[in-house]
């Protein structure tokens, strides 16, 4: 420990205590000591965090457009990464202060909600870690997706009030405000940025982050007509556009409200760009597409193409050709899904409507696609539907692969079908626009921060920490993987872990869980692709057969749940509340106490999967076949030593090709043999034949459980036997693939047993998850994508 840094951390504590809170030390509030605390952090790397960004303005850089980043707490993070974590305890110790009980007042930055959020976080530590000049782009949500709470068990929405007491990890940036024009509206984007923090370096990344401001703050004259709430009306409008991620796009007002938010950031992004290059080129616009590349997360940020054309057309007197041919060598394209509800597409009124110059852009674009692939001998009907804009609608994917000069998808497996599949056409037109680049995951935080105990034994048994930047250094463990005391201390490490979630448990939700049983974890985003529902069944299947044989040798499990729905996703909010019912169920019966509990976490967020994925033994990786594109949570587990329990879908094919199939329970069919399993698939005949499965689809529709008359189960039964006019009965292939996930999941649950086989498989998982830090990743985005160089200050 630094005793100098130390001393720094106490003194500075001290002053921003009195300046900020006007307390001393002895009366401050746990949270004031934090306040003081981060605004400590702040001042060690602000010199750092200038001297980057200067570094950075002199080369190539790599900007990164995202509609979210689920950050997560930055406090306990910047410590690690910084080398600083044992002085500010010591600082805070001097002061009677216990440093987990500081880091625990921070709420989580509600900047995302899913694995697309946090990949967009963890490519951020990656880069600042590996000194790449990447800055990410985003919105400062005032109240992010939503706090979600169980009320009967039904999801219930709240607004998220992270930073209502303040959040000195984004600081303002009042002289780098931009005006962002709509048709109906203009507005201020206020920058607001945040230090990304890398390992071992100086480099301190930003992460920019946009929020509105009125034009004109509020009418006096209405006012003083007591015309109260007309007078701070255009206040409310500007304030919608951040105060919600993802705001329910199911009426119309919703989606207007939508590509206003996603206008807002690009618009504000690329104007902060502009400047900064003609800062340095004046307007000589012939270097912009040599000095910046642009990488689209998913196709939110698509309408930055139109938007960059116009400033250069409107600004900058370059023409369409030249504004066209730059557009198309600046900005390249993730696709992270092949469900079509994440293709974005547009009604023109709603351009029309907020922006029409843009809309009029498109058109061009549009006009010269079709030119373009007339000559290229396309058939009409093809250009038609490949058309950036068509029946009614300006098709966001579409524009982006058309412009941008690469299209990746985020795990092999994903990438073929892309090619194959979604995408096909575009891949048949520019193919060597196509290339895959599978997701990772920061072993700093998802290793290092939130499981100590296991990175100390790494360190130990590596002789160094070499490991936290270069994961590929874990293989060199493989020859102690039949060494019984290093599998002792790995099932040791993995109980504490139990132990420690088991309490935080306890202490959420008052439900006793025991570090001895099978921690059963699936924790993601709610839709029924990702299969919420036959982890559901099973355990109720699992359930009625204890009920029948009271003395079934069965090992004991807690099957853990967390998940939030999107608002208007009312299915998906059914199979919340039908999980929650078969809780209630089987947590209140004796017959099974000691033996199955079903525990479902409200509000997941960072935080909370930091707590869940180091206890796992089993990461629930169920969904569909060829639905998932890669995932991030399957990384997580297996980083911290978990078993996947899943499908051959996404990034669980490359890490079954990593630990060998025996390291792994796969079931189900195949992406590959999906669509002709699918030409003859009747799942009523799985209903009639298949063992115990009637008995438990009928609980939703007998009145076993109860959905509060709202006849949400009843959906759920008619949607899995007898589909609709819109789609096919169990579109998701749910029961087709119950009866062999029960059976590889019950062998699971009698492998456990044998505890010192079961170690060997976690160890290995461990020490072959180095493939799958995002740093590898972050390094194929530089070479193969953005063509960037480290930069280190």
């Given at each position: 420990m630094n005793s100098k840094t130390s001393k720094f951390f106490k003194e500075a504590i001290a002053a921003h205590l009195a300046s900020t809170a006007g307390k001393s030390t002895k009366t401050a509030t746990t949270w004031e000591y934090w306040n003081a605390l981060a605004l400590s952090i702040n001042q060690t790397l602000a010199l750092d965090w200038e001297r980057t960004r200067e570094r950075y303005r002199e080369g190539r850089q790599q900007h990164y457009f995202s509609a979210e980043f689920l950050v997560g707490r930055s406090m306990l993070n910047n410590l690690v990464n910084l080398g600083v974590y044992e002085e500010a305890k010591a600082a805070l110790e001097e002061y009677g202060q216990n440093i987990d009980d500081i880091l625990e007042e921070e709420h989580?930055?509600?900047?995302?909600?899913?694995?697309?959020?946090?990949?967009?976080?963890?490519?951020?530590?990656?880069?600042?870690?590996?000194?790449?000049?990447?800055?990410?782009?985003?919105?400062?949500?005032?109240y992010g997706l939503f706090r979600q709470e169980f009320q009967d068990g039904f999801q219930r929405e709240f607004p998220d009030s992270w930073m209502e007491e303040g959040y000195p990890f984004v600081v303002p940036k009042r002289d780098d405000r931009v005006r962002i024009h709509y048709n109906d509206?203009?507005?201020?984007?206020?920058?607001?940025?945040?230090?990304?923090?890398?390992?071992?370096?100086?480099?301190?990344?930003?992460?920019?982050?946009?929020?509105?401001?009125?034009?004109e703050e509020f009418d006096f004259n209405l006012f003083n007509s007591q015309r109260f709430d007309d007078s701070v009306r255009e206040r409310n409008r500007v304030e919608d556009i951040c105060r919600v991620l993802y705001p329910n796009d199911s009426t119309y007002d919703g989606k207007v409200l939508r590509v206003r938010q996603q206008y807002f950031f690009v618009s504000a992004s690329l104007q902060n760009i502009f400047k900064e290059y003609c800062n340095r080129h004046g307007n000589d616009m012939s270097h912009f597409s040599e000095e910046h590349c642009i990488q689209m997360n998913d196709t939110h940020p698509v309408i930055a193409i139109p938007e960059l054309m116009r400033i250069l057309m409107s600004e900058h007197a370059c023409t369409f050709e030249q504004a066209f041919d730059i557009a198309k060598s600046c900005f390249a394209y993730t696709n992270h899904t092949i469900l079509t509800e994440a293709m974005e597409q547009w009604d023109i009124g709603i351009f029309q409507f907020l922006m029409p110059e843009i809309l009029k852009l498109i058109y061009r674009i549009d006009d010269r696609f079709r030119s373009d692939m007339?000559?290229?001998?396309?058939?009409?009907?093809?250009?038609?539907?490949?058309?950036?804009?068509?029946?009614?609608k300006v098709?966001?994917?579409?524009?982006?692969?058309?412009?941008?000069?690469?299209?990746?998808?985020?795990?092999?497996?994903?990438?073929?079908?892309?090619?194959?599949d979604t995408l096909k056409d575009w891949y048949k037109i520019f193919p060597e626009k196509f290339n895959n680049k599978t997701n990772g995951v920061t072993p700093r935080r998802w290793l290092r921060v939130c499981n100590p105990e296991l990175s100390k034994f790494l360190t130990e048994r590596l002789g160094s920490e070499e490991w936290i930047t270069d994961m590929q250094k874990l293989s060199q463990l493989a020859p102690l993987a039949d060494d019984p005391s290093v599998l002792k201390e790995i099932m040791a490490i993995k109980k504490e872990k139990k132990r420690q979630c088991a309490a935080y448990i306890a202490d959420r939700l008052g439900i006793e869980v025991s570090e001895n049983a099978i921690f059963d974890v699936q924790i993601k985003r709610l839709h029924e692709y990702k299969r919420q529902l036959l982890?559901?069944?099973?355990?109720?299947?699992?359930?009625?057969?204890?009920?029948?044989?009271?003395?079934?040798?069965?090992?004991?499990?807690?099957?853990?749940?967390?998940?939030?729905?999107?608002?208007?996703?009312?299915?998906?909010?059914?199979?919340?509340?039908?999980?929650?019912?078969?809780?209630?169920v089987i947590n209140q019966d004796p017959v099974t106490a000691g033996r199955l509990k079903v525990v479902f976490l409200p509000n997941y967020n960072v935080s909370q999967a930091m707590h869940l994925f180091p206890a796992a033994d089993i990461s629930e990786q169920i969904s569909t076949a060829g639905k998932e594109a890669s995932g991030t949570g399957n990384?997580?587990?297996?980083?911290?030593?978990?078993?996947?329990?899943?499908?051959?879908?996404?990034?669980?094919v490359e890490i079954v090709d990593a630990v060998g199939e025996e390291n792994a329970y796969i079931f189900g069919v195949r992406s590959e043999d999906m669509a002709a399993t699918r030409a003859y698939y009747n799942p009523q005949w799985q209903y009639e034949n298949i063992p115990g499965l009637k008995r438990v689809l009928d609980t939703l529709v007998n009145n076993f459980f109860d959905d509060g008359g709202?006849?949400?189960?009843?959906?759920?039964?008619?949607?899995?036997l007898r589909g609709s006019s819109w789609e096919p009965a169990d579109v998701y292939y749910v029961l087709g693939d119950f009866d062999h996930y029960r059976k590889v999941r019950d062998q699971m649950a009698e492998d456990y047993l044998d505890q010192n086989a079961w170690a060997r498989k976690s160890f290995i998982n461990i020490i072959n998850s180095g493939r799958f830090s995002s740093d590898r990743t972050i390094e194929d985005y530089a070479g193969d994508v953005w063509h960037i160089e480290a930069e280190k200050i």
């Open positions: 989580d930055a509600a900047l995302g909600n899913g694995g697309l959020g946090r990949l967009a976080a963890c490519f951020l530590d990656s880069s600042a870690t590996l000194d790449y000049p990447v800055t990410g782009y985003g919105i400062l949500y005032r509206l203009d507005v201020y984007a206020v920058p607001y940025d945040m230090p990304i923090t890398g390992y071992g370096t100086k480099n301190v990344n930003t992460l920019r982050l946009w929020r509105p401001e009125p034009y007339a000559q290229r001998g396309l058939h009409g009907d093809l250009i038609n539907y490949l058309a950036p804009i068509g029946n009614g098709r966001m994917a579409w524009i982006a692969c058309y412009m941008a000069y690469s299209i990746n998808g985020v795990a092999a497996l994903h990438t073929e079908i892309l090619k194959s982890n559901a069944f099973y355990i109720l299947d699992l359930y009625f057969r204890i009920k029948d044989n009271p003395r079934l040798d069965v090992p004991p499990r807690v099957c853990i749940f967390a998940a939030k729905a999107a608002p208007g996703y009312a299915r998906a909010k059914a199979i919340i509340k039908f999980i929650n019912e078969i809780a209630r990384m997580k587990f297996m980083m911290n030593g978990a078993l996947t329990l899943g499908t051959m879908d996404g990034a669980n709202t006849s949400m189960f009843k959906d759920l039964y008619d949607s899995l």
